[in-house]
Nanobody, 115 residues
Framework: QVQLVESGGGLVQAGGSLRLSCAAS????????MGWYRQAPGKQRELVAT???????TYTNSVKGRFTISRDNAKRTVYLQMNSLKPEDTAVYYC?????????WGQGTQVTVSS
């Protein structure tokens, strides 16, 4: 059974930091690309960052220089370090894994940044 379980969300003041984690099980983690998406109230889900199975990251422009995605294949976990948080970063953050014809989503973790 495939599971992606996010953790690390919470309430933080603007300028603060959070680290999100996504623990994976039920598939060969090291073969899949991983990504973080977010969805703010009333908005569409958007891509935040991705990391290939080889460890190459990409970022959406609005988080470049502030967020860092990383993965630990031994722990089957992907991370999103978020620094210099802004109120506009407030959203539910989702973890996604994909590879071949498969695609899996986590349930999400809420991040709220107060001004």
């Amino acid at each position: 059974q495939v599971q992606l379980v996010e953790s690390g969300g919470g309430l933080v003041q603007a300028g603060g930091s959070l680290r999100l984690s996504c623990a994976a099980s039920g598939f060969i983690f090291s073969l899949n690309a991983m990504g973080w998406y977010r969805q703010a109230p009333g908005k569409q889900r958007e891509l935040v960052a991705t990391i290939t199975n080889g460890g190459s990251p990409t970022y959406t422009n609005s988080v470049k220089g502030r967020f860092t995605i990383s993965r630990d294949n031994a722990k089957r976990t992907v991370y999103l370090q978020m620094n210099s948080l802004k109120p506009e970063d407030t959203a539910v953050y989702y973890c996604r894994s994909w590879g071949g014809s498969s695609s899996y989503w986590g349930q999400g973790t809420q991040v709220t940044v107060s001004s």
